[in-house]
């Protein structure tokens, strides 16, 4: 299901959307605010918590970050770092509400990935 959603980012998305990010540099950092859904497209990258010691792996052909697309003034809860070169498909607030109104299958998507992200922390893998 996480592919359905990433083909959704990327049917609302547009060139000027793709984003690089080198192995060891910062998407964003816990406390920032928060107005981007990202698609992965390449690489993988670790979401860490200062305050925790979860650690995420977000993996080619997931999409993260819709928290803060769901509520506005969203303060980021993790920072993301890229554990090696990644391309990244980024989705404002108004291009996130108009494939939701046009695609309602998007909403689906997103839950489904967000499910299969925790029952992946649940057993212990990243």
Do not use: N
């Not at 819709?66 to 980021?76: F, N, P, S």
């Not at 990244?88 to 489904?112: C, D, N, V």
Request: overall charge negative; aromatic content about 6%.
């Amino acid at each position: 299901m996480t592919l359905d959603a990433l083909r959704t980012v990327e049917a609302f998305s547009d060139a000027s959307c793709v984003r690089g990010l080198q192995a060891g540099e910062t998407l964003f950092r816990e406390g920032d605010g928060g107005d981007r859904l990202y698609g992965l497209l390449e690489g993988s990258i670790e979401l860490r918590s200062a305050g925790s010691s979860a650690v995420e792996r977000i993996r080619a052909g997931h999409v993260f970050g819709a928290a803060a697309l769901a509520k506005g003034e969203h303060r980021r809860r993790v920072t993301a770092v890229a554990l090696e070169p990644c391309r990244l498909l980024e989705l404002g607030r108004k291009e996130f509400l108009f494939a939701l109104q046009e695609t309602p299958m998007f909403s689906l998507a997103l839950i489904a990935g967000l499910e299969e992200r925790l029952e992946q922390l649940k057993a212990g893998g990243h």
